[in-house]
C-alpha cells in the first residue's frame, strides 16, 4: 500500500472500508486466539521522538509490528530479529505489490496482483514510522516463528487490496504467535497496528472503537505523510512529527512580446 490513488479510487475505498470495517467490527467475537503476551507486562519505551514502542513478552528476540508512512494510506509490516542488533532489509517481512510504480498497486484494488514480501522503500527509517509494538520471546519461539514468517512468504504471490493485503500478510502471522487481532484487515495500517498492541496489552474494549478510529485517521491531515515530506509540502519536526511547511510556488514574470507593424505586399518572396 504505497502509492496514491485518485479522487474517484480514493472514495471509493474510503465507503468500503466504513462498511467493511463496520461488519467487521460486529464480528469481533469470532477472533478466538488468545494473546500470549496479554498476561505479561506491558513495557513503554521511547526508543525515538517518532513513534512510542509498547513491548509485550520476555526473550532476546522480538516480533515487531509497525505501520509507516507511504502513498495514500500507509503500509503495514514486521520487522524481526535480536534485541540491540540493527534491522537490516533482511529482516523485514510484509505483504506489497511487485515493483515501485503504482500501476500493479491501482489494479490491485480489482483483481489481484503480484506481489512481494520482502523489504520495501522505507520501512527501516524510523521517522516514517506511525505505530509499532514489539512482542520478546526466546529463541526457540523465535525460530518457530520465523520458519511460519519464511513459510507464509513462500506462498504469498498475490496482493489484492480487498481480498489480500499487507494488514491480512501480518496478521497472520500475529494470530500464529497467538495475538488477537483486529477484526477486520480493511482498515488503515496506523490503525490495525495500534489495535493489534490494544487489544494484546489488555484493553478488551478496543474492538468497539475500530470504526471510530478509523474514521478519525480517514481525515488525518498527516496520514500520507511520506508523499507529503517526500514533496515538500511536510517536514519532519523537532519532535518527530510532520509539520506543514507549503512551498510556495515561485512566479516566473512572463516574457514581454513586442509584435510590430504587418505589412501586406503582393511581392513574391524570394
Known amino acids: ?45 521511547t526508543g525515538n521522538p517518532k513513534t512510542t514502542v509498547v513491548t509485550t513478552g520476555s526473550g532476546s528476540y522480538y516480533i515487531e509490528f509497525r505501520a509507516r508512512y507511504a502513498w495514500d494510506y500507509g503500509h503495514t509490516y514486521l520487522v524481526h530479529g535480536r534485541v540491540g542488533v540493527p534491522p537490516t532489509k533482511d529482516d523485514v517481512a510484509g505483504l506489497s505489490p511487485v515493483g515501485d510504480d503504482s500501476t500493479a498497486w491501482v489494479i490491485g484494488h480489482y483483481v489481484p496482483v503480484p506481489a512481494e514480501t520482502g523489504w520495501t522503500d522505507g520501512d527501516l527509517e524510523d521517522k516514517y514510522v506511525t505505530a509499532r509494538y514489539r512482542v520478546l520471546m526466546n529463541k526457540d ?4 516463528v520465523l520458519g511460519y514468517i519464511k513459510d507464509l ?12 493485503n499487507c494488514n491480512a500478510f501480518v496478521g497472520d502471522v500475529a494470530k500464529f504467535m497467538g495475538l488477537k487481532v483486529p477484526a477486520s484487515s480493511l482498515i488503515y ?21 475500530l470504526v471510530s478510529d478509523n474514521v478519525k485517521e ?5 496520514r500520507d505523510g511520506r ?5 515538500h509540502v511536510y517536514a519532519i519536526g523537532p519532535n518527530g512529527e510532520p509539520e506543514s511547511r507549503i512551498v510556495r510556488a515561485t512566479t516566473t514574470p512572463s516574457p514581454h512580446v513586442t509584435i510590430g507593424p504587418v505589412h501586406v505586399s503582393s511581392r513574391t518572396a524570394n
Open 1 to 45: 500500500m504505497r502509492h496514491r490513488l485518485s479522487d474517484h479510487l480514493r472514495a471509493r475505498l474510503a465507503l468500503g472500508l466504513i462498511a467493511l470495517a463496520s461488519l467487521a467490527a460486529v464480528l469481533t467475537g469470532l477472533v478466538i486466539a488468545p494473546a500470549n503476551a496479554q498476561g505479561s507486562k506491558s513495557i513503554l519505551r
Open 141 to 144: 519461539e523465535y525460530d518457530r
Open 153 to 164: 512468504q513462500s506462498r504469498s504471490h498475490v496482493w489484492s487490496a480487498e481480498l489480500y
Open 189 to 209: 495500517p496506523k490503525v490495525f497496528v495500534t489495535h493489534l498492541r490494544l487489544l494484546n496489552t489488555g484493553h478488551p474494549d478496543a474492538a468497539e472503537t
Open 218 to 222: 480517514m481525515s488525518n491531515p498527516t
Open 227 to 231: 508523499a507529503m515530506i517526500n514533496n
